[in-house]
């Protein structure tokens, strides 16, 4: 009987290392490379108070303003206007900023959530570079936290720090309106993110995210993910490059609306996690060694 055990041991070690090796492979062989910046032609400018197009500033240019803030937005009519009232309302609080404190970036094909905050990144003026979503689930003058956060993190590495929002403290408030499937998903997904790529943060997903110019774009430079998991490949590039990372707890609410269908969508999620890790162990993905910035 021992000795049956055992062979039956010996036998499921092994399939699970042939499992491992042939799905490394897979995702050695399906892996693309790093998604060129390339824009279309309608994307290189954008509409100034005026109805005249201009062209679109580069992350490589020095700073004009002290805050971007980029916002990815698709099918958002009923959520987005209320989110950039609170946005503007609060930032004219802080600075006047003219004619031009709005540039809108029209997208000629959908490039996902990831893909649309890179391409905004890339065309960003500030400092400093929050991230923030169009529901407006986190409120805006929390952006005073992440601030807060980023500069106590100084001295930044080569001017290099980031910022996270968190809803970690919620979460037994969340659990208890969760069900107990959801709620076997979401720990699940923590548990991976930990395991396969992220240590040290409990909150990847939340999409209220605060950077210095340097810190984005050495991580975005290198950012392969487009979909729903690129925060955590955002952050596992940030770890690898030993970018000091604070994470702040902010307000949250749960806004109706949301385009996530819960099990498929973690199921992707999941799938996206194994490979970033797989593709970056088995070299199929590199590390962009960006220059430093003037």
């Known amino acids: 009987m021992a000795l049956l055990l055992l062979q039956l041991t010996v036998l499921g070690a092994a399939l699970a290392a042939a499992a491992l090796v042939l799905i490394s492979i897979i995702a050695f062989i399906t892996a693309t490379k790093m998604p060129a910046l390339h824009r279309h032609e309608e994307e290189k400018f954008f509409l100034n108070a005026k109805g005249q197009k201009e062209t679109l500033p580069s992350i490589w240019d020095s700073p004009t303003k002290q805050l971007s803030v980029v916002v990815p937005s698709y099918n958002e009519e009923k959520r987005l206007p209320v989110m950039m009232d609170e946005a503007l309302s609060y930032l004219e609080k802080r600075q006047k900023y003219g004619s031009d404190k709005v540039r809108v970036i029209t997208l000629v094909k959908n490039r996902g959530k990831g893909g649309a905050i890179r391409m905004g990144i890339s065309s960003s003026r500030g400092e400093k570079i929050l991230m923030a979503d169009a529901d407006g689930a986190t409120k805006f003058p929390d952006v005073e936290k ?54 040290g943060i409990r909150d990847t997903q939340c999409g209220f995210k605060l950077f210095t110019r340097e810190a984005a774009l050495r991580t975005f430079s290198s950012l392969h993910v487009e979909r729903w998991a690129f925060d955590v490949e955002l952050l596992y590039i940030a770890q690898f490059f030993k970018i000091p990372i604070a994470e702040i707890a902010v307000n949250w609410t749960e806004i109706e609306g949301s385009k996530l ?25 590199r590390f962009e060694q960006t220059r430093k910035m003037n």
């Not at 809803?167 to 930990?194: C, D, N, P």
């Not at 099990?263 to 199929?284: E, P």
Request: glycine share 6%; net charge positive.
């Open 146 to 199: 992440l601030e807060k956060g980023l500069n106590d993190l100084q001295p930044w590495p080569n001017q290099m720090a980031i910022a996270c929002g968190s809803r970690a403290h919620l979460e037994k408030e969340s659990i208890a309106q969760r069900s107990y499937f959801r709620t076997l998903l979401m720990y699940g997904f923590h548990f991976l993110v930990w395991f396969l790529c992220v240590k």
């Open 261 to 285: 269908v819960p099990f498929w969508s973690w199921l992707q999620m999941g799938k996206d996690l194994l490979f970033i890790r797989l593709r970056y162990l088995t070299g199929a993905w």
